[in-house]
C-alpha cells in the first residue's frame, strides 16, 4: 500500500483472490496523492487491476495501459480499456516514452471530499486494518444477492461508473469475473469432496458383502453388491461432470 509516509505491506482481506493486491496498491496510491499519481496495467489475466486504475482516473491521475496485441495475456488491459477513461494505451516503448515525460511534468495536488472519494478512502481503511465493519463497509453499497466465497459472508455491491464490484463485511473484495472463478473453485472442491464420499461409501459397502460372504448370507452379500454397483454407475456420471472441460468454461488468458 502507498501511504503519505510511505510504502506498506501489510496483511489484511483478499482482493480478488490475492493479496498483496494491484487495486489495492493502484486505490491506496490514488487516495495519498490524487493527481501525481500514474497507473499503469501491463499483461495479465482476469480483470485485476482495472478498478484500481479507475480509483486512479477517478482521483485526476492518469491511466496508462499495454497495448492488448502485445501482452502475453490480454485480459486485464483489454479489461481496463474498456472500464476505464485511459490516457494512453500502447506497447512497452510507448508506455516508457510516455512515463519518462509525465513524471517531468508538473501536478497539482487537490484532496477530493465527495462520497467516491470517501468511498476510496474507506476501501484503504479496511485494507490497511482489516476492520471493515468499524470502516463502515455496509454504507459502501446494497447488499448483493451473493455471499463471499472466502468467509461466506454477505457482499455489498459497489458501482463505479458502469463497473460492478463486490466486498464483503469481513473486507473481501471481488470483480464479478473474480467472484465467478471464486465460485467455480469451490463447486469444484464440492464436486471431488461428492466423488471421495461416495468412493468410501462403495468401499465401504463392498467390505459389508464380503463380510457377508464369509458367513454364508449370501442374500444380503448380493444385496450389497449390487448396492455398490449402482453406486458406481452414479459415481461415473458424476466423474464425468467434473472431468468434463466445458463445465465451468475458459476464464480470458487461461
Request: charged share 25%.
Amino acid at each position: 500500500m502507498v501511504m503519505r509516509d510511505g510504502i506498506r505491506l501489510t496483511r489484511g482481506p483478499k482482493e480478488s483472490r490475492s493479496r498483496p493486491a494491484v487495486d489495492v496498491l493502484f486505490r491506496s496510491a490514488a487516495v495519498a496523492y490524487g493527481s501525481r499519481v500514474i497507473g499503469v496495467v501491463l499483461t495479465g489475466a482476469l480483470d485485476d487491476g482495472t478498478a484500481g486504475l479507475w480509483a486512479i482516473k477517478d482521483h485526476g491521475g492518469l491511466a496508462f495501459v499495454q497495448d492488448p496485441d502485445e501482452a502475453s495475456f490480454s485480459s486485464m488491459p483489454q479489461s481496463a480499456i474498456e472500464q476505464v477513461q485511459i490516457d494512453c494505451v500502447g506497447t512497452l516503448r510507448a508506455l516508457a516514452d510516455r512515463l519518462a515525460t509525465e513524471v517531468l511534468a508538473p501536478a497539482s495536488w487537490k484532496r477530493r471530499t465527495d462520497s467516491d472519494a470517501e468511498r476510496a478512502r474507506t476501501e484503504v481503511a479496511i485494507a490497511l486494518e482489516g476492520n471493515g465493519m468499524a470502516a463502515g463497509i455496509m454504507d459502501l453499497g446494497p447488499v448483493s444477492k451473493y455471499t463471499c466465497p472466502d468467509c461466506h459472508g454477505v457482499l455489498v455491491q459497489i458501482k463505479e461508473g458502469t463497473m460492478v464490484r463486490f466486498r464483503c463485511h469481513t473486507g473481501h473484495a471481488f470483480s464479478p469475473v473474480a467472484l465467478m472463478e471464486e465460485v467455480n473453485a469451490e463447486i469444484d472442491n464440492g464436486l471431488w469432496d461428492a466423488i471421495r464420499s461416495v468412493e468410501e461409501r462403495i468401499l465401504l459397502i463392498r467390505q459389508l458383502a464380503e463380510m457377508h460372504t464369509k458367513v454364508g448370507r449370501m442374500a444380503n452379500a448380493e444385496r450389497f453388491e449390487q448396492q455398490a454397483a449402482d453406486a458406481e454407475s452414479r459415481l461415473k456420471a458424476l466423474r464425468d461432470l467434473v472431468l468434463d472441460p466445458g463445465f465451468f468454461g475458459h476464464a480470458p488468458d487461461e
